[in-house]
């Protein structure tokens, strides 16, 4: 399948990675400078303003900017060498000087304002208004109405956020890479995985040590938490990544996130006070679904209530296996993962590692791309044209319509590796907009994860875990690159309320546990057999395996990040957030975590991420995936007439409309917790 372009009403562009690096300040600097002018003259342009006048030119101006940084930024993610490093930190500060002076123009926001009052408006298209009505949201969020100098004290405020946010998650990813613990006989890697075992051999060489190596890239810190019988090694994991970043731990004080954590959030409390609100959650909650912070603790103290009593009978139930198994008298938090899966083992008669070469990597993104087709009638395929990005393991594929037109483009980056951050995310590379009358740009996304990469001797073989984890992905990607909506504020991704933007994510995470999913894809490497029929029961049987603790330990990240940002904490005080903590893990938590743990060290999510006040969102985003689900579990996997409507009214409408009026539409009413609760089998 070829992209043709030439007569069709689609323009694509590529994200630029092929870029100098001591080029990139003085483009950036002539671009914003070259921004603020054109800024000046939409706002202060004679006549009525316009779509045409105002809108549109300042969308294809943000546009233009992301175009040109996006790959810079993403590049600081997957490549953070420190020559990009060190320009990436000299942009923030004129990136957040801009920002600010766009959001405090006040001849610009009187001119939205004025459209938005005008006869014009109301022959706007609902997605066109939606973004007029977001615009003029964000002003006002962001202080339009204050005086000069209380808007320089907001600009001042906002940047050293940006700063600090991204020197706390440049110190996780640095404090993670710089431990390792060295292993010279491999008796003590007994029960970790020959992949894993093959890995840890070739992280050795490539720090020129001798025998194996043992790093806190998740695909090894989890393998060996998981399947590692040295109780000894894995409490030293355990201790090393539980401390990365902070006053504990072997590299204590070296790459310390503590005082970090204080400024944060102490500006964000006075970024909140400068804009009228009483705290920060109050401020962040402005454009959310729920609508103050009380509401959100009382849905996660209502699910606490329920989860808690459920989790100290598994915890219970654990302990006495582990006594049983292997005289273990007092269970720690490094023997939680080891002891959860030999029981799981036990009960279900299933396994991560039975499991594994079933899930090569490459066959699972295939299926996953034909689950997507039979779902929304889409095809997936390689992107042909010739195109340099950052790494020979990364690969750009293409959307087709069912009209074979080219919809959307999406670059996939699987593997972990040097100098790229942990965890998995996606992220927008280019968003969709009307170009002209006749002409739309294409979407691109980025999808990246940080999956074991494949070794000399075996390919990339996955988790159960991290296929959920590539679908999750995976929905975000979809609801970016299938948008049809032409306004790029309110397209795909954006706009999206952030406590219902994890709904696609979590919605795909489904198809990873039912047998017509799996039977697409789920073949064992060398034999080609489809998996078992009795072993997907089993794993179906295992969803809620440990469901309440899974649950308590959601909660307790949601309601730390809560808590912290609605100013009830003393920031006079420097053991102040760790106190909180504790309070929370005390509330939330059935089992002790160790004095030293400092998690809240590299909660980047909150940190350094979108989260801040909202990491509740993935409960509550959970919440509609699962009542979503369940009408396919009543009426078919793939049911057309729900995946259409999910596709019309979740994916495709992006931030054109509310959240919660389009979960109506598409489920004819408000979802239930009950699907939720039964998920995690409480």
């Not at 890239?217 to 393998?223: F, G, H, V």
């Not at 039979?374 to 990005?389: A, G, R, S, W």
């Amino acid at each position: 399948m070829t992209i043709t372009q030439s007569a069709d009403p689609y323009k694509l562009t590529l994200p630029n990675f092929d870029f100098a690096i001591d080029a990139l300040m003085p483009k950036l600097t002539a671009m914003l400078a070259s921004n603020r002018t054109m800024i000046k003259q939409i706002a202060l342009q004679p006549g009525a303003p316009t779509w045409d006048n105002t809108m549109a030119p300042l969308e294809a101006m943000d546009d233009a900017l992301n175009q040109f940084w996006s790959p810079v930024s993403h590049l600081h993610g997957v490549k953070n060498t420190p020559e990009l490093r060190a320009v990436y930190d000299e942009s923030i500060a004129p990136m957040s000087q801009y920002y600010s002076e766009y959001a405090h123009h006040q001849p610009l926001y009187q001119r939205i304002q004025t459209l938005a009052d005008s006869e014009h408006y109301q022959t706007l298209t609902p997605a066109q208004q939606k973004a007029v009505d977001h615009a003029l949201r964000g002003f006002k969020l962001s202080g339009v109405h204050l005086p000069d100098a209380e808007k320089k004290q907001v600009s001042v405020l906002l940047q050293d956020l940006a700063q600090k946010s991204t020197d706390f998650s440049n110190h996780v990813l640095d404090a993670t890479q710089a431990w390792v613990y060295q292993v010279d006989h491999e008796s003590d890697l007994d029960g970790l995985p020959a992949h894993m075992v093959a890995i840890a051999k070739e992280a050795a060489a490539t720090k020129k040590l001798t025998g194996w190596v043992l790093t806190l890239d998740a695909p090894t810190y989890i393998a060996a938490m998981t399947y590692l019988k040295n109780r000894d090694i894995r409490e030293q994991l355990y201790y090393a990544y539980t401390t990365r970043a902070s006053d504990q731990g072997p590299n204590a004080g070296e790459f310390d996130n503590s005082k970090l954590m204080h400024d944060i959030v102490q500006l964000r409390k006075k970024l909140a006070d400068k804009l009228g609100f009483a705290d920060f959650a109050s401020y962040n909650l402005e454009t959310k679904m729920a609508h103050t912070a009380e509401e959100v603790i009382r849905f996660l103290e209502n699910l606490l209530a329920k989860a808690k009593p459920k989790a100290k009978e598994e915890l219970a139930e654990l302990k006495a296996f582990a006594k049983k198994s292997d005289g273990i008298e007092e269970l720690k938090a490094w023997d939680m993962a080891y002891y959860s899966e030999l029981l799981q083992q036990k009960l279900f008669n299933i396994s991560d590692e039975q499991l594994r070469p079933y899930f090569e990597c490459g066959r699972v993104l295939n299926g996953m791309f034909l689950i997507a087709k039979k779902l929304y009638n889409i095809d997936i395929v390689p992107f042909e044209q010739d195109y340099k990005t950052w790494h020979q393991d990364v690969k750009t594929f293409a959307i087709y319509k069912e009209d074979k037109q080219l919809q959307a483009l999406f670059i996939i980056d699987l593997y972990a590796r040097e100098l790229k951050r942990p965890g998995a995310w996606m992220d927008e590379a280019i968003g969709r907009r009307q170009l002209t009358a006749n002409q739309h740009q294409i979407p691109i996304a980025f999808l990246t994860c940080n999956f074991a990469p494949p070794a000399k001797d075996h390919p990339s073989l996955l988790t159960h875990q991290e296929v959920i984890t590539l679908f999750h992905e995976f929905g975000h990607c979809l609801q970016h690159m299938l948008t049809t909506v032409e306004a790029a504020d309110v397209a795909g991704i954006s706009g999206v309320a952030w406590d219902a933007v994890e709904l696609p994510s979590q919605f795909m995470e489904n198809w990873a546990w039912e047998k017509e999913a799996l039977d697409l894809f789920a073949k064992h490497i060398e034999t080609n057999e489809p998996l078992p029929e009795d072993w997907v029961k089993n794993m179906k049987a295992s969803q809620q395996f440990q469901g309440a603790l899974r649950l308590c330990r959601q909660l307790q990240f949601a309601l730390f990040d809560m808590k912290l940002h609605q100013d009830n904490i003393n920031l006079d005080d420097p053991k102040a957030l760790n106190k909180l903590l504790n309070e929370v893990r005390q509330e939330t938590s059935v089992m002790t975590s160790p004095d030293y743990n400092r998690f809240a060290h590299s909660f980047s999510h909150v940190f350094a991420g979108g989260y801040a006040a909202g990491y509740y969102s993935y409960l509550w985003a959970e919440l509609m995936a699962a009542d979503a689900f369940a009408a396919f579990e009543q009426d078919g996997l793939f049911n057309q007439k729900h995946a259409k409507a999910f596709k019309e009214n979740i994916l495709q409408v992006g931030g054109s409309i509310d959240a919660d009026q389009a979960y109506r539409n598409f489920r004819g009413r408000d979802a239930s917790i009950d699907a939720l609760l039964a998920s995690y089998g409480v």
